[in-house]
């Protein structure tokens, strides 16, 4: 079988894409329509930038934070790994993924769905144990990502994790798919926009064979 030389992986956006609750989600309408008088479609749209796949800002879990038009672009464009941590439970600990973390590049994405439900809230999602980043961290990983809507748990208060990215200056990737990606090194390209005031960015996610 031929693999594919470039994985879309990021979820759909439209008015069904999960959101965590109490969150904004996608709406659209047309302010114009295609018609005698008017030559475009137009639309309007409203969305937290935390759907489908995002890149979080230190804003968002540091009150003196950058937002997210303000950080670098070049953790989020790369040699990258896939590690798969299937089924591993609430949190991804480090015995799930040592066995790919040798000569590890600067950004991991780790698999933890079989399938990732692209339709549906998992509040029991899987999330890294805050022990995880600092491990990663301290192999010189700048960026990590999941398939889970948050590299904490759903229910946390205190997003050890996020602390762990804000204290190591690490870059975050959330809502990733990776149903159909092998383990391995990739090409991430994941680029957030530009928005000189916003918590978060959505993405096109997509890995790219190396060549």
């Avoid at 896939?82 to 590890?104: D, F, Q, S, T, Y």
């Avoid at 762990?164 to 990739?186: A, H, S, W």
Wanted: charged share 20%; aromatic share 6%; hydrophobic share 45%.
């Amino acid at each position: 079988m031929t693999l594919p030389t470039l994985w879309d992986i990021s979820p759909p956006v439209h008015a069904h894409a999960p959101v965590f609750p109490g969150d904004t989600p996608y709406t659209q309408e047309w302010v114009a329509t295609l018609g005698p008088g008017c030559p475009v479609n137009v639309s309007a749209l409203r969305l937290s930038p935390h759907v489908g796949a995002h890149a979080d800002a230190p804003l968002h879990y540091d009150p003196e934070g950058a937002a997210i038009g303000a950080v670098s672009l070049a953790p989020f464009l790369g040699r990258c790994r896939v590690i798969h941590a299937i089924n591993c439970g609430p949190l991804i600990e480090w015995r799930h993924i040592e066995h790919a973390v040798a000569g590890l590049p600067e950004r991991v994405l780790v698999r933890t769905y079989e399938r990732m439900p692209q339709h549906a809230w998992d509040g029991a999602l899987s999330a890294y144990a805050p022990e995880t980043v600092t491990r990663l961290a301290d192999l010189g990983v700048r960026l990590i990502g999941i398939d889970t809507a948050s590299i904490d748990p759903a229910d946390s208060k205190t997003l050890d994790s996020h602390q762990v990215i804000r204290q190591r200056d690490m870059r975050v990737l959330e809502n990733l798919v990776l149903d159909d990606v092998p383990e391995g090194d990739y090409e991430l390209i994941a680029l957030p926009l530009k928005l000189t005031q916003a918590d978060a960015s959505p993405v096109r996610a997509v890995l790219r064979a190396l060549r």
